[in-house]
T-cell receptor
Framework: NAGVTQTPKFQVLKTGQSMTLQCAQD?????MYWYRQDPGMGLRLIYY???????DKGEVPNGYNVSRLNKREFSLRLESAAPSQTSVYFC??????????????FGQGTRLTVV | AQSVTQPDIHITVSEGASLELRCNYS??????LFWYVQSPGQGLQLLLK??????LVQGIKGFEAEFKRSQSSFNLRKPSVHWSDAAEYFC??????????????FGQGTELSVKP
């Protein structure tokens, strides 16, 4: 049982390049999330998808776009990468809306460096 | 504004000693509260969670946490630390109004080092 799978695990981009981070979960969860982790700041929510077909901004959405491709997959796109987007990105999923006492399950992370 | 504060950025304890990691939160309603652990280069693993009921909750790896509403705290404890507990620990509060366990506000994290 894989849980939440992120690809790639590592990536180096040049400023201005674009890329898409992929995330897939096999737990039949309704809700999916993208976080970024920066030293001394914990994790901050970028975007989330409460259910298939919906997406909403989190705390730090600028410079990012997301697509909830289907119930399993939730991708994060950087259209024009900037050095400030150097970070570790985590995807997570949870059973989501309408269900109580739920918790999030996290992927292993994507370490992105923008030079 | 909703927030979570972990006052200690880095803590060092001796193996076998007791541990307490502090967490304070600011939240408008009854929160969902979580503690996660992150080993180097790894994702986050849930240690324990509080939704309601008994304010002392037990988690994995011998950890426990106590919810104190009057102090807006949710401190993590372990009676005897093992070298394998060295990691970064994150406290988080969940958005109960949407029943979404993944829409979380995280603290800054506390890095735990364990001396032999």
């Amino acid at each position: 049982n894989a849980g939440v799978t992120q690809t790639p695990k590592f990536q180096v981009l040049k400023t201005g390049q674009s890329m898409t981070l992929q995330c897939a979960q096999d737990m039949n969860h309704n809700s999916m999330y993208w976080y970024r982790q920066d030293p001394g700041m914990g994790l901050r929510l970028i975007y989330y998808s409460a259910s298939e077909g919906t997406t909403d901004k989190g705390e730090v959405p600028n410079g990012y776009n997301v697509s909830r491709l289907n119930k399993r997959e939730f991708s994060l796109r950087l259209e024009s990468a900037a050095p400030s987007q150097t970070s570790v990105y985590f995807c997570a999923s949870s059973e989501g809306q309408g269900r109580t006492n739920t918790e999030a399950f996290f992927g292993q992370g994507t370490r992105l460096t923008v030079v | 504004a909703q927030s979570v504060t972990q006052p200690d950025i880095h803590i060092t304890v001796s193996e076998g000693a007791s541990l307490e990691l502090r967490c304070n939160y600011s939240y408008g309603a009854t929160p969902y509260l979580f503690w996660y652990v992150q080993s180097p280069g790894q994702g986050l693993q849930l240690l324990l969670k509080y939704f309601s009921g008994d304010t002392l909750v037990q988690g994995i790896k011998g950890f426990e946490a106590e919810f104190k509403r009057s102090q807006s705290s949710f401190n993590l404890r372990k009676p005897s630390v093992h070298w394998s507990d060295a990691a970064e620990y994150f406290c988080a509060v969940g958005d109960i109004s949407y029943n979404q366990g993944g829409k979380l506000i995280f603290g800054q994290g506390t890095e735990l080092s364990v001396k032999p």
